[in-house]
């Protein structure tokens, strides 16, 4: 008896590393194994193979490759990943040889973005981003063309779309550049309108899967979607957060960051940060159980610094302290807060060093006529109401504000 009939088959992945001494190949494969498994494949195994250079036509060596195509055969792979970048000659080969479907790393990432992207900004910038990628590859016969039959590396634009002419796919690029430049203006728009408002915002960045999503949660009980999945965030979420001394700030969360980004999606990816970017205080949040911890927040760090944001306060946080025994030495850059977002721990200690990375608020005592509500809301919104009154001339607050607010309240100072 056959159970489980209607669940879709998971591909079998094989894993190929070439290991030129261009990066480390062991973290390499260890990411290369998360991002297949959020692609939704089953990494069945991996191979590595040290070389000066990949070889023109197969990447890895002739002698290689057969043993990879009997691996295939043996095992039946449904799916070779290869962690370089392939030339479109290299992936016919490897096809061509090995009989199996077979991915690079970009693909792979593209793939999981396409998967992933929810707001209409992602969908454009992966639209764009696998366009731009295919386009090259158009002319050589048979690549991204013949791929029937669902899985990995199928997802996307559509069959039909690719196998339109490269003028149209370069009108295409064309449209999609004008949408994402209207969508780009609109969220500058927001930012300013934000900043206009006095809305205090804090932003969580950090490597992928570092548990940013489950802080957000967390933090706010927001119910941001989190999956134990690469990318399981791409779209920029905003939550309102009340810190313990009342201070509301609005708090971001963001996609993850992940090593030798494919070229294609580094505008995608710095299109959401940079709302981090223009956050108050940036937590850069990463996972103390990974071997790779100090790493992933110096990547990070220099990200962020990439994007002009030397400025700000930037928060480390070693979250996933619940993994590692209590006593044991974590790598603590500087000021780092250990957390957990599972268990809770640590989360006080994080709202008080976010709350002293704030802007300084400003003690304030107004007297809003009754005309004025919508800005009576505001101070409520974004600063920390200590006591609210209504009088015959109107409300009285004593609260504090974001400095950002003060020219707004200036008229109605009272005392
Ligand atoms: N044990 C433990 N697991 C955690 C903790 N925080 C998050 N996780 C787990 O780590 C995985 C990834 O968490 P996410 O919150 O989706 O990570 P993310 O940083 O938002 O990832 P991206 O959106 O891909 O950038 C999930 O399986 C979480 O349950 C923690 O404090 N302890
Ligand atoms: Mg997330």
New binding site residues.
């Given amino acids: 008896m056959k159970m489980h009939e209607n669940r879709e088959k998971k591909e079998r992945a094989l894993l190929v590393e070439l290991d030129t001494g261009a990066w480390e190949a062991k973290p390499a494969l260890a990411e290369l194994y998360e991002l297949t498994r959020s692609a939704g494949a089953v990494p069945f195994g991996t191979i590595t193979q040290k070389r000066p250079a990949p070889d023109a036509a197969t990447c890895v060596g002739r002698g290689m490759m057969e043993e990879i195509s009997g691996f295939c055969k043996k095992y039946e792979i449904d799916l070779l990943v290869f962690d370089c970048e392939l030339t479109p000659t290299q992936l016919r080969n490897i096809e061509k040889i090995s009989g199996t479907k077979t991915v690079d790393r970009t693909m792979l990432i593209l793939d999981i973005f396409a998967a992933n992207a929810r707001s209409r900004e992602g969908r454009l910038q992966v639209e764009l981003a696998q366009l731009e990628y295919l386009l090259p590859r158009l002319s050589e016969k048979g690549v991204g063309l013949s791929r029937l039959g669902g899985g990995i590396g199928t997802r996307g634009p559509g069959e039909s779309k690719l196998e339109t002419d490269r003028r149209h796919i370069r009108k295409r690029i064309d449209v999609l550049n004008r949408q994402l430049d209207d969508v780009k203006r609109r969220r500058e728009q927001q930012i300013r309108r934000r900043q206009k408002n006095g809305i205090v915002t804090v932003a969580l960045v950090?490597?992928?899967?570092?548990?940013?999503?489950?802080?957000m949660n967390t933090l706010t009980n927001a119910g941001v979607l989190?999956?134990?999945?690469?990318?399981?965030?791409l779209d920029p979420t905003a939550r309102a957060l009340k810190l313990p001394g009342g201070e509301k700030v609005m708090l971001i969360?963001t996609?993850?960051f992940l090593r030798r980004l494919p070229y294609h999606l580094i505008d995608a990816f710095r299109s959401t940060l940079e709302q981090a970017a223009e956050a108050d205080v940036i937590l850069n949040?990463c996972?103390a159980?990974s071997p790779e911890a100090r790493e992933h927040l110096e990547i990070t760090k220099n990200l962020l610094a990439s994007l002009g944001c030397t400025e700000r306060p930037i928060i480390p946080v070693m979250?996933?302290?619940?993994?590692i025994p209590a006593l044991t030495s974590i790598p603590m850059i500087g000021e780092a807060v250990r957390?957990?977002?599972?268990?809770g721990e640590g989360i006080p200690t994080l709202l008080k060093a976010i709350e002293e990375n704030l802007p300084d608020y400003l003690p304030v005592k107004l007297l809003l006529p009754f005309s004025e509500a919508s800005l009576a809301d505001r101070v409520r919104t974004v600063g920390a109401i200590e006591s609210e009154e209504y009088t015959p001339e109107g409300y009285r607050l004593t609260a504090r504000v974001p400095p950002s607010m003060m020219s707004d309240v200036w008229d109605y100072l009272i005392d």
């Fill in positions: 950090g490597y992928t899967n570092a548990g940013k999503s489950t802080l989190v999956e134990d999945k690469l990318f399981a965030t969360d996609v993850g949040v996972d159980s979250n996933k302290c619940d993994l957390v957990s977002a599972k268990t």
